[in-house]
């Protein structure tokens, strides 16, 4: 199989404060296949911050940058550093439902404007060679029928997005928070297979709640891809068996200890340049769970990897509680 059959197959969806940098190095020592994307990153934050919002390591790739914006000349910017830089996909945040997105004129409520999406599409593709994607929920507020979902995927497929990740939930725009919109809108799964059904030409992929790797195999008999989010944060381990089960059969299983072991150099490197070692730690937090000594472990972390001068010691302190 070629790595372009594999993109997108299965990935670890965009989270804020989470999929960092040191995250998505971490996942990818359990996976050479998954697709990793970053958290998403803003238009202006690329353009103005002075923190450089698209560093990553080439251990990553496949990785993808999200994009937060709808401003069709600064995403096509944006898009074109980001590809200058390594990235392999673009993709376009069309499903925060958070206010502070909202009052950027971006994320979910871009659902509502369906002819400025395909124009920042537009634009991003006449800059990029890159797959330039979009990740969506499946409709907004009131505008939540299947007919809407459809107007809206054709005509930002007409502006050149062949692939889409749908978010199998609606989002409320007002009255729920980012967090309530992750659960209390229901789950419609087969609205996502619908869609696969109804524009077989595009590759869709399936993401909300999704937990174990049977229902991963499950949605991939009607969908192409399955994008995993708070399981593949809190829960790590999963990601162990993603390349054995669904990509390789002769690919090894990886456990939780042997990708830290693997991630030790990676942490003296950060630290060498002054990176702090719970900044590298967060993401390890749950990387035991249901394990015996796991409790030692996390505790063991969140009591000394945020100390001053705290050196990958600390790590391998913790790790002894689990060995």
Not at 169 to 180: D, V
Request: with cysteine.
């Amino acid at each position: 199989m070629t790595q372009q059959f594999y993109r997108g197959r299965f990935s670890v969806a965009p989270m804020l404060d989470w999929t960092t940098r040191h995250c998505r190095y971490f996942h990818r020592q359990f996976s050479q296949h998954a697709l990793l994307y970053t958290e998403m990153v803003t238009t202006g934050a690329i353009m103005h911050a002075k923190y450089d919002h698209l560093l990553f390591s080439e251990a990553e790739h496949p990785v993808a940058l999200q994009l937060g914006g709808s401003d069709p000349k600064a995403l096509a910017q944006c898009a074109k550093l980001a590809e200058e830089r390594g990235y392999d996909e673009i993709n376009l945040n069309v499903g925060c439902p958070s206010d502070r997105v909202q009052n950027g004129a971006f994320g979910a409520c871009l659902m509502g404007n369906a002819p400025l999406v395909a124009d920042c599409i537009a634009a991003m593709k006449a800059e990029v060679r890159i797959p330039v994607t979009v990740k969506t929920r499946i409709g907004i507020d009131d505008l939540d029928s299947y007919p809407f979902l459809t107007d809206f995927i054709e005509k930002v497929a007409q502006a050149g997005c062949e692939e889409f990740i749908v978010h199998a939930r609606k989002a409320w725009l007002s009255g729920l928070s980012p967090k309530e919109n992750r659960d209390i809108p229901p789950l419609d799964y087969e609205r996502v297979y619908q869609l696969k059904r109804d524009f077989p030409h595009l590759w869709i992929a399936i993401n909300g709640g999704i937990k174990t790797l049977d229902e991963m195999k499950q949605h991939l008999q009607h969908v192409d891809g399955v994008m995993v989010g708070r399981e593949a944060y809190q829960n790590p381990s999963i990601l162990g068996y993603v390349d054995h089960m669904l990509f390789d059969e002769s690919a090894p299983i990886v456990t939780p200890l042997e990708a830290i072991e693997k991630m030790l150099p990676y942490v003296e490197e950060q630290l060498s340049q002054g990176v702090k070692l719970n900044h590298m730690t967060n993401s390890l937090l749950g990387a035991f769970q249901g394990c015996k000594g796991a409790k030692q472990y996390r505790r063991h972390l969140s009591e000394n990897a945020y100390k001053v001068g705290a050196g990958v010691e600390v790590l391998e302190h913790a790790l002894g509680f689990v060995k």
